[in-house]
């Protein structure tokens, strides 16, 4: 019903910058509540920012929270992860994730995946 798509990954030096984008389509993403979550190597994947169908709610892990910024774009049927001053730990596959359940922090809620998007910090 919803299909997302991630990109914006790549290769990044400690402190530099860089903003992920999740295209969705299908059925209207603006009903959507949306979170990115991220998993390394050897690592269960894990919670990092969520944001309200409105965009006027949003939660961080406190891993990320000062430097991280989730946003969207309705009209556009995108939602956006700035992250500033990358770490080493950063590194991970990003994925989009979209579910109609509410506000979470739970991977159980959504129901859109995408296929994920690597993002490497290197010291």
């Known amino acids: 019903q919803v299909q997302l798509v991630e990109s914006g990954g790549g290769l990044a030096q400690a402190g530099d910058s860089l903003r992920l984008s999740c295209a969705a389509s299908g059925r209207t993403f603006s009903s959507y509540c949306a979170a990115w979550f991220r998993q390394a190597p050897g690592k269960e994947r894990e919670f990092v920012a969520a944001i309200h169908y409105g965009g006027g709610i949003v939660n961080y892990a406190d891993s990320v929270k000062g430097r991280f910024t989730i946003s969207r774009d309705n009209a556009k049927n995108q939602v956006y992860l700035q992250m500033n001053s990358l770490k080493p730990e950063d590194t991970a596959v990003y994925y989009c994730?979209?579910?109609?359940?509410?506000?979470?922090?739970?991977?159980?809620?959504?129901?859109?995946w995408g296929q994920g998007t690597q993002v490497t910090v290197s010291s």
């Open positions: 994730a979209a579910g109609s359940n509410g506000l979470s922090r739970r991977i159980s809620i959504y129901d859109y």
